[in-house]
């Protein structure tokens, strides 16, 4: 078994459970609030320009749901196309959230692929940093613009296993392995996981944890998937730290071929 204190700290806090999850792309709150209470998950992503968390008072706010004192919120600039549109997202959040400064930043580049404007990135996470915010930053699966964006001042670096929602999981396992290696922050995989095996894939590599949204919420049974995503994490973790077999190209015999009784 893991060990128990096994947890990883992000802006000062930590936490015990590696998966984060999104609240997009389900059929009602019911299912929003089944999943994820399956999920196990303590950190909450939500997009702010999709999601009402107060600013609009007449419609249902997703904090009654997922309420804060339970869960770490953590508001994300979902559909962001600039620099100046993400940060002004992340101070609205920070305004109905009674001060909290805990972000996740994307500046998208791209409608087709969603891949992220790196340069906008580094800009908006500049300027928020300056403004006091706890940047988690969404970014390709480059190992020198994670160096950049962690020694910059983000406090967690979340390489891209594959276009947003295309469920093709870890594309460039040997980048996001030598974005971990040289990382003083968490590392976390954000993006194109599309089930259990592909968690299990990036926690292996030794990632601290895994976002998701749409593997989970796209499953047929969700509360289901995100059941198995909590197992999968867990596995891939314990598989990490146990420290896997080298491969070999050729048999090895599981038992030894001296000393045998006849």
Avoid at 17 to 25: A, D, F, I
Avoid at 233 to 251: N, S, T
Wanted: hydrophobic share 45%.
């Amino acid at each position: 078994m893991s060990d128990s204190k096994d947890t990883f700290r992000v802006a000062g806090r930590e936490y015990s459970s590696r998966l984060l999850v999104g609240t997009g792309k389900y059929r009602d709150m019911d299912e929003t609030r089944a999943a994820i209470e399956a999920s196990g998950a303590q950190i909450i992503t939500i997009a702010v320009r999709r999601t009402n968390i107060g600013q609009n008072a007449d419609e249902p706010n997703i904090l009654d749901v997922l309420p804060p004192d339970r869960f770490t919120i953590l508001p994300n600039t979902a559909g962001c196309y600039d620099q100046k549109t993400a940060v002004r997202t992340c101070r609205l959040a920070r305004e109905l959230l009674d001060g909290h400064n805990l972000v996740k930043l994307e500046v998208l580049g791209d409608e087709k692929t969603l891949f992220p404007d790196v340069i906008a990135t580094l800009k908006a996470a500049e300027e928020l940093i300056k403004d006091d915010f706890d940047v988690m930053v969404y970014t390709n699966d480059d190992p020198i613009v994670a160096r950049e964006l962690e020694a910059m001042g983000c406090v967690a670096v979340m390489p891209l296993a594959a276009p947003i929602g295309s469920g093709l999981g870890v594309r460039n396992p040997l980048n996001i392995r030598t974005i971990v290696e040289n990382a003083n922050v968490p590392i976390l995989v954000d993006a194109g996981v599309g089930t259990a095996s592909d968690a299990a894939v990036a926690m292996e590599l030794g990632c601290d944890g895994v976002l998701m949204n749409t593997a989970i919420a796209a499953a047929q049974n969700p509360a289901l998937m995100a059941s198995a995503m909590k197992k999968a994490i867990q596995a891939g973790r314990e598989a990490f730290l146990a420290g896997r077999m080298p491969a070999k190209r050729f048999a090895s015999a599981s038992s030894p071929a001296e000393g045998l009784f006849f």
